[in-house]
Protein backbone atom coordinates (compact mmCIF):
# COMPACT_ATOMS: atom_id res chain seq x y z
CA UNK A 1 0.00 0.00 0.00
CA UNK A 2 1.00 3.66 -0.70
CA UNK A 3 2.14 5.58 2.26
CA UNK A 4 4.30 8.96 3.55
CA UNK A 5 6.25 8.74 6.74
CA UNK A 6 7.56 11.68 8.14
CA UNK A 7 9.89 10.50 10.45
CA UNK A 8 10.57 13.81 13.15
CA UNK A 9 7.73 14.92 14.24
CA UNK A 10 8.81 17.97 15.27
CA UNK A 11 12.11 19.90 14.43
CA UNK A 12 14.19 22.92 16.05
CA UNK A 13 16.66 25.06 14.06
CA UNK A 14 17.54 28.32 15.17
CA UNK A 15 17.08 31.71 12.90
CA UNK A 16 19.61 31.49 9.69
CA UNK A 17 20.27 27.66 9.96
CA UNK A 18 20.21 25.38 7.10
CA UNK A 19 17.14 23.24 7.52
CA UNK A 20 16.39 19.87 5.85
CA UNK A 21 12.94 17.90 6.58
CA UNK A 22 13.10 14.29 5.70
CA UNK A 23 10.34 12.06 3.81
CA UNK A 24 9.90 8.87 2.46
CA UNK A 25 7.11 7.45 0.38
CA UNK A 26 6.12 3.88 -0.49
CA UNK A 27 5.05 3.21 -4.24
CA UNK A 28 6.16 0.49 -6.43
CA UNK A 29 6.22 3.52 -9.62
CA UNK A 30 7.46 7.11 -9.60
CA UNK A 31 5.00 9.42 -8.00
CA UNK A 32 3.35 12.97 -8.35
CA UNK A 33 5.84 14.35 -4.71
CA UNK A 34 4.44 17.82 -2.80
CA UNK A 35 5.72 19.71 0.00
CA UNK A 36 2.88 21.74 1.81
CA UNK A 37 2.88 24.21 4.43
CA UNK A 38 0.32 25.16 7.11
CA UNK A 39 1.04 28.67 8.91
CA UNK A 40 -0.72 28.33 12.46
CA UNK A 41 -4.32 28.88 11.70
CA UNK A 42 -3.86 28.49 7.62
CA UNK A 43 -4.97 25.79 5.19
CA UNK A 44 -1.82 24.57 3.32
CA UNK A 45 -0.29 26.03 0.99
CA UNK A 46 1.78 24.06 -2.06
CA UNK A 47 5.74 24.88 -1.56
CA UNK A 48 6.71 22.51 -4.46
CA UNK A 49 6.09 19.28 -6.72
CA UNK A 50 7.85 16.98 -8.69
CA UNK A 51 6.66 15.18 -11.28
CA UNK A 52 9.18 14.16 -13.62
CA UNK A 53 12.48 15.21 -14.87
CA UNK A 54 15.48 17.61 -13.11
CA UNK A 55 15.29 15.60 -9.34
CA UNK A 56 16.23 19.16 -8.14
CA UNK A 57 12.93 21.34 -7.36
CA UNK A 58 12.71 24.68 -6.58
CA UNK A 59 10.07 26.20 -5.18
CA UNK A 60 8.46 29.13 -3.18
CA UNK A 61 10.14 31.00 -0.26
CA UNK A 62 13.98 29.79 -0.74
CA UNK A 63 12.43 26.29 -0.52
CA UNK A 64 14.06 23.32 -2.28
CA UNK A 65 13.30 19.39 -2.72
CA UNK A 66 15.63 16.50 -4.54
CA UNK A 67 13.87 13.66 -5.53
CA UNK A 68 16.06 10.23 -4.82
CA UNK A 69 14.73 7.54 -6.94
CA UNK A 70 16.92 5.04 -5.00
CA UNK A 71 16.37 6.05 -1.60
CA UNK A 72 12.45 6.83 -2.33
CA UNK A 73 13.05 10.49 -0.63
CA UNK A 74 11.60 13.43 -1.36
CA UNK A 75 13.79 15.48 1.51
CA UNK A 76 12.93 19.46 1.56
CA UNK A 77 15.72 21.70 2.76
CA UNK A 78 16.17 25.54 2.91
CA UNK A 79 19.62 27.26 3.39
CA UNK A 80 18.54 29.93 6.05
CA UNK A 81 15.66 29.57 7.78
CA UNK A 82 13.93 32.48 8.69
CA UNK A 83 11.69 33.06 11.85
CA UNK A 84 8.54 33.23 9.42
CA UNK A 85 9.16 29.56 8.44
CA UNK A 86 7.71 27.97 11.75
CA UNK A 87 4.78 26.15 10.31
CA UNK A 88 3.72 22.42 9.89
CA UNK A 89 5.50 21.18 7.03
CA UNK A 90 3.48 17.69 5.39
CA UNK A 91 4.86 16.01 2.25
CA UNK A 92 2.71 14.21 -0.08
CA UNK A 93 2.48 11.71 -2.65
CA UNK A 94 -0.35 11.40 -5.49
CA UNK A 95 -0.56 7.73 -7.21
CA UNK A 96 -3.43 8.67 -9.51
CA UNK A 97 -6.87 7.90 -9.20
CA UNK A 98 -8.41 10.76 -6.64
CA UNK A 99 -6.47 10.18 -3.32
CA UNK A 100 -3.40 12.10 -2.14
CA UNK A 101 -1.48 10.33 0.73
CA UNK A 102 0.10 13.22 2.84
CA UNK A 103 2.59 12.28 6.25
CA UNK A 104 1.76 12.77 9.02
CA UNK A 105 3.40 16.36 9.76
CA UNK A 106 6.57 17.64 10.92
CA UNK A 107 6.53 21.17 12.85
CA UNK A 108 8.76 23.34 13.04
CA UNK A 109 10.18 25.97 15.88
CA UNK A 110 12.75 28.32 15.14
CA UNK A 111 14.22 30.14 17.62
CA UNK A 112 15.95 33.23 17.50
CA UNK B 1 -4.49 28.88 -8.81
CA UNK B 2 -7.87 28.83 -7.19
CA UNK B 3 -8.82 30.72 -4.32
CA UNK B 4 -11.33 29.07 -2.01
CA UNK B 5 -13.44 30.62 0.80
CA UNK B 6 -14.73 28.53 3.37
CA UNK B 7 -17.35 29.82 6.39
CA UNK B 8 -17.23 29.85 9.15
CA UNK B 9 -13.81 30.25 9.91
CA UNK B 10 -14.30 28.72 13.42
CA UNK B 11 -17.32 27.86 15.84
CA UNK B 12 -18.06 26.72 18.62
CA UNK B 13 -20.68 23.87 18.86
CA UNK B 14 -22.79 22.13 21.44
CA UNK B 15 -23.12 18.51 21.75
CA UNK B 16 -25.56 17.15 19.50
CA UNK B 17 -25.89 20.31 17.17
CA UNK B 18 -25.10 19.97 13.39
CA UNK B 19 -23.12 22.43 11.51
CA UNK B 20 -22.81 23.38 7.92
CA UNK B 21 -19.43 24.87 6.56
CA UNK B 22 -19.31 26.13 2.96
CA UNK B 23 -16.87 26.63 0.55
CA UNK B 24 -16.92 28.75 -2.40
CA UNK B 25 -13.98 28.31 -5.47
CA UNK B 26 -13.30 31.35 -7.51
CA UNK B 27 -13.72 29.22 -10.69
CA UNK B 28 -15.22 25.94 -12.03
CA UNK B 29 -13.52 22.43 -11.00
CA UNK B 30 -14.43 19.24 -11.49
CA UNK B 31 -13.67 17.66 -8.56
CA UNK B 32 -13.36 18.83 -4.75
CA UNK B 33 -12.24 17.32 -1.69
CA UNK B 34 -13.48 17.88 1.76
CA UNK B 35 -10.57 16.93 4.31
CA UNK B 36 -10.54 16.63 7.98
CA UNK B 37 -7.27 17.55 10.43
CA UNK B 38 -7.82 16.25 14.26
CA UNK B 39 -5.70 18.23 16.64
CA UNK B 40 -1.98 17.29 16.00
CA UNK B 41 -2.81 15.02 13.16
CA UNK B 42 -2.28 15.05 9.28
CA UNK B 43 -4.95 15.27 6.89
CA UNK B 44 -7.58 12.70 6.27
CA UNK B 45 -9.69 12.44 3.09
CA UNK B 46 -13.57 12.56 4.10
CA UNK B 47 -15.18 12.19 0.63
CA UNK B 48 -15.15 13.83 -2.87
CA UNK B 49 -17.61 15.53 -4.55
CA UNK B 50 -18.08 15.82 -8.10
CA UNK B 51 -20.75 18.04 -9.33
CA UNK B 52 -24.03 15.83 -9.94
CA UNK B 53 -23.39 12.96 -8.72
CA UNK B 54 -22.99 11.28 -5.03
CA UNK B 55 -20.24 12.21 -2.93
CA UNK B 56 -17.67 9.41 -2.54
CA UNK B 57 -16.98 8.60 1.12
CA UNK B 58 -13.65 7.34 2.31
CA UNK B 59 -13.32 4.18 4.64
CA UNK B 60 -14.64 5.25 7.97
CA UNK B 61 -16.68 8.28 6.84
CA UNK B 62 -20.31 8.20 6.23
CA UNK B 63 -23.10 10.77 4.88
CA UNK B 64 -25.28 10.26 7.59
CA UNK B 65 -22.76 11.77 9.19
CA UNK B 66 -21.02 14.10 6.98
CA UNK B 67 -24.08 14.46 4.21
CA UNK B 68 -22.63 16.64 1.49
CA UNK B 69 -23.53 18.91 -1.46
CA UNK B 70 -22.81 20.13 -4.66
CA UNK B 71 -24.55 22.24 -6.55
CA UNK B 72 -22.66 23.80 -8.57
CA UNK B 73 -18.80 23.83 -10.13
CA UNK B 74 -17.78 26.50 -7.75
CA UNK B 75 -19.83 26.00 -4.34
CA UNK B 76 -19.93 22.67 -2.05
CA UNK B 77 -20.87 22.08 1.48
CA UNK B 78 -20.11 19.73 4.51
CA UNK B 79 -22.21 19.65 7.22
CA UNK B 80 -21.19 17.71 10.49
CA UNK B 81 -24.36 15.94 12.06
CA UNK B 82 -25.08 15.44 15.76
CA UNK B 83 -21.57 16.19 17.14
CA UNK B 84 -19.38 14.66 19.69
CA UNK B 85 -16.79 16.87 21.00
CA UNK B 86 -14.55 13.70 18.69
CA UNK B 87 -15.77 15.88 15.85
CA UNK B 88 -13.54 18.73 17.65
CA UNK B 89 -11.01 19.39 14.00
CA UNK B 90 -10.25 21.07 11.18
CA UNK B 91 -12.46 20.65 8.29
CA UNK B 92 -10.33 21.57 5.07
CA UNK B 93 -11.72 22.04 1.45
CA UNK B 94 -9.74 21.78 -1.23
CA UNK B 95 -9.94 21.75 -5.44
CA UNK B 96 -7.88 19.68 -7.80
CA UNK B 97 -7.06 21.88 -10.97
CA UNK B 98 -6.07 21.79 -14.44
CA UNK B 99 -4.46 18.06 -15.65
CA UNK B 100 -4.67 14.92 -12.96
CA UNK B 101 -1.14 15.65 -11.66
CA UNK B 102 -2.64 15.46 -8.08
CA UNK B 103 -2.15 19.41 -7.29
CA UNK B 104 -4.56 20.63 -4.85
CA UNK B 105 -5.21 24.35 -3.56
CA UNK B 106 -6.41 24.27 -0.18
CA UNK B 107 -8.75 26.55 2.14
CA UNK B 108 -7.95 27.96 4.84
CA UNK B 109 -9.86 25.47 7.37
CA UNK B 110 -12.86 25.94 9.43
CA UNK B 111 -12.22 25.27 13.08
CA UNK B 112 -14.66 23.21 14.68
CA UNK B 113 -14.53 23.01 18.72
CA UNK B 114 -17.64 20.76 20.04
CA UNK B 115 -18.24 20.97 23.98
Known amino acids: AQSVTQPDIHITVSEGASLELRCNYS??????LFWYVQSPGQGLQLLLK??????LVQGIKGFEAEFKRSQSSFNLRKPSVHWSDAAEYFC??????????FGAGTRLFVKA | SAVISQKPSRDICQRGTSLTIQCQVD?????MFWYRQQPGQSLTLIAT?????????ESGFVIDKFPISRPNLTFSTLTVSNMSPEDSSIYLC????????????FGEGSRLTVL
Open chain 2, 94 to 105: SVRQGANTGELF
Open chain 1, 50 to 55: YFSGDT
Open chain 2, 27 to 31: SQVTM
Open chain 2, 49 to 57: ANQGSEATY
Open chain 1, 92 to 101: AVYTGGFKTI
Open chain 1, 27 to 32: YGATPY
